[in-house]
């Protein structure tokens, strides 16, 4: 049996944005900026399929001779350099590879995307709207810091270049393209809205982080931020949906939101100093030398196996939501009920209508649909798995045959694709990555020296006390070793020397504490190699962790940190 469109459908807003599906974080961050540009919404701008050579043809006219001085002369090299460094190319190398855009090293990139081949898969929208909810103002200043950064050269008002404006060869090149472009307007999609997260206090970190990762914007180079940005992105959305996999579960179970969650009673501020005491934390044992066969190793295995086995889970509270919406629509259309005057229900609304006082209600209306579904398919042949449970023996309501038949045909297709989407977010086998998996072996959590490098960042900044009157809004601070895995741990949930007790690991027994003092020292080992730490004798308070722009509270900048 194929089901239907309305039985399938599995999307909520309310619970994610995303289709999950693998994506490419260039080609999110260049979705994510036209959002940027545009408050939240899409843009009319279409292309189609556009060849390298087109875009190589443009910088080597010689109109252009002036502004692109050399390329013309040396048309081999400006052509691997277009096409490494400014173009994010599909099938790239082969005979049918194409371009599906710039690579968003300026905000203005979208506008030459291919949509066929530069989809998001709604992580675009996911991240905005992290951004969007977050509190104390926090998410605002984030956006507007993102796009002061990345809009770099452009008259806000006007969208067009600035006269005498001093750019990097890849912003030039940008904004030669954008001036043959005509100027684009937003376009909203129909059924969209603006949800705000089931996890403020993730968005609360995720923009904590980005303002003061975006405060070292004028000492590291464009591209490297760019990347640095892109890496904590792919981390923060990979961290957000895996703590929905932990919290939808549990508020669906209940048929009510959790107490402790929400704008006004999240434990989380906006330092992320109240993670310690968030019910739903993400707890992830890493590997942190990324060697396979150790026993630091398979306990990183057994707490990535840990996250799968709750993907199933996730699955059926989203589809729960889901269908509980469609449900509360349909009072809404009869007027038995009166839709929330913002135009759609939350997920904690929604809950409402699977308890009890609509029960009748309910049962009526997912009686119909059941019996929609059994006339098109007997019971006899439905799924093996599933028969049962379609009888009156078992006790079950008509929802909850419903649900159980819709995982029966889908459960399967949505894992695997959700577990392609986790893979993609948290960067799998590529730079940046926390998860890694050798050929036909187990996932297992790593930490990428790319993502260490970009956490060790942050957590070397502190709010300045002096705010606007200095040109820095942070400033830096040593931090010794065992703090920084506490940061990691607490900020994070990324467990280096502990165990993550609620995810998979109740007890550490004498062989685990063995292994998480070797991971402990490998950490150690990976933060030489990254040159943030180095021991300067045996004493314990002196091995600390040393900026690499020591910033002071009066804003003076010393490279190297000492």
């Known amino acids: 049996m194929v089901l239907r469109k309305r039985d399938s459908e599995f999307r909520h807003l309310g619970v994610s944005y995303l289709d999950f599906k693998r994506v490419e974080m260039d080609r999110v961050l260049t979705g994510f900026l036209m959002r940027v540009n545009h408050n939240g919404q899409t843009s009319k701008l279409a292309r189609g399929k556009a060849l390298a050579d087109e875009f190589v043809e443009e910088f080597l006219a010689e109109e252009h001779a002036e502004k692109f001085q050399g390329f013309r002369e040396s048309p081999d090299i400006a052509q691997r350099w277009i096409e490494t460094q400014l173009l994010d190319m599909v099938n790239r190398g082969k005979p049918n590879q194409a371009v599906a855009g710039l690579r968003p090293l300026h905000g203005l990139t979208y506008k030459f995307r291919n949509y066929n081949h530069s989809r998001a898969y709604g992580a675009d929208a996911q991240l905005y709207e992290m951004l969007r909810h977050a509190r104390g103002g926090r ?49 909203s999609v129909k059924g ?60 669906v179970a209940r048929s009510s939101a959790e107490p402790s969650c929400g704008p006004e009673n999240c ?40 996250w799968l086995r709750r993907i199933p889970g996730f699955v059926r509270a989203g589809y729960v939501v889901r269908k509980l919406g469609e ?29 009890d006082a609509y029960r009748d209600r309910r049962e009526r209306f997912f009686a119909s649909r059941m019996d929609n579904l059994l006339d098109e398919t007997p019971i006899d042949e439905q799924p093996e798995a599933v028969r049962p449970l379609l009888g009156a023996g078992m006790g079950l309501s008509a929802f909850e045959q419903y649900i159980e038949l819709i995982m029966a045909y889908r459960g399967k297709y949505h894992y695997d694709y959700i577990v392609e989407a986790i893979d993609s977010l948290l960067l799998k086998n590529r730079q940046g990555a926390v998860i890694t998996q050798p050929h036909r072996g187990r996932r297992r959590f790593v930490m990428d020296s790319a993502l260490l490098e970009v956490l060790v960042q942050i957590a070397l ?11 820095f809004p942070y400033h830096t601070e040593q931090l010794r070793l065992d703090e920084f895995m506490d940061t990691l741990r607490i900020r994070y949930g990324l467990h280096i ?30 933060m030489r190699e990254i040159g943030f730490y180095s021991d300067l004798s045996d004493a314990y308070l002196t091995q600390v962790i040393t900026p690499r722009f020591a910033i002071s509270v ?9």
């Open 139 to 187: 998410g605002t200043l984030s956006l507007e810091r993102i796009r002061a950064f990345f809009f770099t050269g452009l008259d806000p008002a006007l969208g067009t270049q600035l006269p005498g404006t001093s750019v990097d060869i890849e912003t030039q090149a940008v904004l030669h393209l954008n001036s043959q472009v005509k100027q684009d307007s937003p376009t």
């Open 192 to 251: 969209w809205y603006s949800a705000p997260p089931l996890c403020v206090g993730q968005s609360d970190l995720l923009a904590d982080d980005v303002l003061r990762l975006l405060s070292l914007q004028d000492l590291l180079p464009r591209i490297v931020m760019v990347e640095y940005l892109k890496i904590l992105f792919a981390f923060h959305l990979a961290l957000g949906q895996l703590k929905a996999m932990k919290l939808l579960p549990a508020i």
């Open 327 to 355: 449900f509360a629509d349909h009072l809404a259309d009869s007027k038995e009920i009166t839709k929330p005057s913002r135009g759609f229900f939350t997920v904690a609304e929604l809950l409402q209508y699977g308890s």
């Open 497 to 526: 020397d502990q165990l993550p007790a609620d995810d998979g690991f109740p007890t550490a027994g004498f062989e685990e504490q063995a292994a998480l003092r070797a991971n402990a020292e490998a950490f150690t080992t990976r």
């Open 267 to 306: 434990p989380s501020g906006a330092a992320g100093d109240g993670l310690a005491s968030c019910p739903f934390r993400v707890g992830l044992l890493v590997d942190a030398a990324g060697v396979p066969g150790t026993p630091a190793a398979a306990l990183a295995e057994h707490s990535a196996e840990v």
């Open 554 to 562: 009066d804003g003076t900048v010393t490279a190297g940190g000492r």
């Open 461 to 471: 900044l502190r709010p300045n006390p002096r705010g606007t009157r200095s040109r």
